[in-house]
């Protein structure tokens, strides 16, 4: 007989931002057993994650990739929640979505299979990128929806309904870190080069 939603034990894997801290503080309301790991990128590696058994796996704008051993060991499901739309799998998506003039993002919850940012859909939120927005402006945005989308996911699973899947897809490119410092560096050298113009027309 499958544990019912509220004895469930559960992972959660998010970064150190206030937006993780809140949806560990609404697990902890939903379930009675939660495991919460904070870590952000270029800090030293967690480990109390690979050790962990139970029924759920939540990531939340989390950098942390998971081994098929950890995920295996998640009786019930693993999802993650991440800040930007199925186009934009991996890291960087507010640079690069502003980058290419696109005029929405939002955030995605999905099945986390093996390879990143590739599992089953289960819903995407999506809002319109405003005029003069920022890298900054838009990954806070993109927080409050994936937040939102968060406690929508948490609610069909406290309520032991079923989540749907989505019949949106996921791009193709996968951007990586190596990429988003590439385009850091060429808006700097832009930045300097137009700074060295209008100097020179002072």
């Not at 004895?7 to 801290?21: E, H, Y």
């Not at 986390?112 to 590739?118: K, M, N, Y």
């Not at 193709?172 to 385009?183: G, I, K, N, V």
């Not at 850091?184 to 020179?200: C, D, M, V």
Request: neutral net charge; charged residues 25%.
């Amino acid at each position: 007989m499958r544990t019912s939603a509220r004895k469930r034990s559960v992972l959660f894997i998010g970064d150190t931002s206030p937006w993780s801290r809140l949806a560990a503080e609404h697990l902890r309301d939903v379930f009675d057993h939660v495991t919460v790991l904070l870590w952000d990128y270029g800090d030293p590696p967690p480990r109390v994650h690979e050790e962990w058994h139970g029924d759920h796996i939540f990531t939340f704008k989390a950098d942390l990739v998971l081994k098929p051993e950890t995920l295996g060991r998640a009786a019930v499901s693993a999802l993650n929640f991440h800040p930007a739309t199925p186009q934009f799998r991996g890291v960087g998506g507010y640079d690069f979505v502003l980058r290419q003039g696109g005029t929405e993002f939002g955030a995605t919850s999905h099945h986390i299979v093996p390879r990143l940012d590739a599992g089953p859909i289960v819903k995407v939120n999506r809002f319109p990128i405003v005029p003069g927005e920022s890298a900054a402006s838009l990954s806070a945005r993109t927080a409050a929806h994936c937040l939102v989308l968060f406690y929508e996911v948490i609610g069909m699973i406290a309520n032991e309904h079923e989540l749907p899947l989505s019949d949106e897809q996921w791009g193709e490119r996968l951007y990586t870190r190596a990429m988003l410092r590439r385009l850091h560096a060429t808006k700097e050298t832009t930045a300097k080069e137009a700074t060295t113009t209008t100097e020179e027309r002072s």
